[in-house]
T-cell receptor, first 116, second 115 residues
């Protein structure tokens, strides 16, 4: 039961162009979404998050869009840089009923390669 | 501000053995979560500890157990190791326990290989 899906295993982008990473979810109880970046031999690093009460959150070159009706979120990186090359994970959590313990449900990850 | 540290970084064990992995949480954090990341997959939630008590558990058998200490550091114990337990084990610390909506900060992971 894959509640969070990243259907593109990999994405290749030219430096300076936009990178768009997509994520779909099935659990309508999810109300908080996060993106993490992971380099080899390191743990995931938090990038940006969005609450379900918003549809957009921006932080520098990174913007996350949330479409609740479609149960879809995306991460835009503009402009892309070679140092952005990494595995990107989307994750979701739920505080429904006040019983959430902060469990994160992750997608499978997308390998982003930014070419100089 | 110290980050999340895990030990050891790599470990090789034989099937049937027991293993203990350790995690020191980030300064100021009182919640520790453990995740298993198999090759090519995203991290899967094992369990979380908040104020020294288990605060939620994923779909893992009882041979996966844990502890949290008064200083909020944590251990993950796995008994009767199986080949499928080979994975990267990630520890994440955060603040807030049940009210969590803050970002979890991950350690670098422990790579466990079961042969």
């Amino acid at each position: 039961d894959q509640q969070v899906k990243q259907n593109s295993p990999s994405l290749s982008v030219q430096e300076g162009r936009i990178s768009i990473l997509n994520c779909d979810y099935t659990n309508s109880m999810f109300d908080y979404f996060l993106w993490y970046k992971k380099y080899p031999a390191e743990g995931p690093t938090f990038l940006i998050s969005i609450s379900s009460i918003k549809d957009k959150n921006e932080d520098g070159r990174f913007t996350v869009f949330l479409n609740k009706s479609a149960k879809h979120l995306s991460l835009h990186i503009v402009p892309s840089q070679p140092g952005d090359s990494a595995v990107y994970f989307c994750a979701a959590s739920s505080n429904a009923g006040g019983t959430s313990y902060g469990k994160l449900t992750f997608g499978q990850g997308t390998i982003l390669t930014v070419h100089p | 501000e110290t980050g999340v540290t895990q030990s050891p970084t790599h470990l090789i064990k034989t099937r049937g053995q027991q293993v203990t992995l350790r995690c020191s949480s980030q300064s100021g954090h009182n919640t520790v979560s453990w995740y298993q990341q198999a090759l090519g997959q995203g991290p899967q939630f094992i369990f979380q500890y908040y104020r020294e008590e288990e605060n939620g558990r994923g779909n893992f058998p009882p041979r996966f157990s844990g502890l949290q200490f008064p200083n909020y550091s944590s251990e993950l114990n796995v008994n009767a190791l199986e080949l499928d337990d080979s994975a990267l084990y990630l520890c994440a610390s955060s603040f807030g326990g049940r009210a969590l909506n803050t970002e979890a900060f991950f350690g670098q992971g422990t790579r466990l290989t079961v042969v």
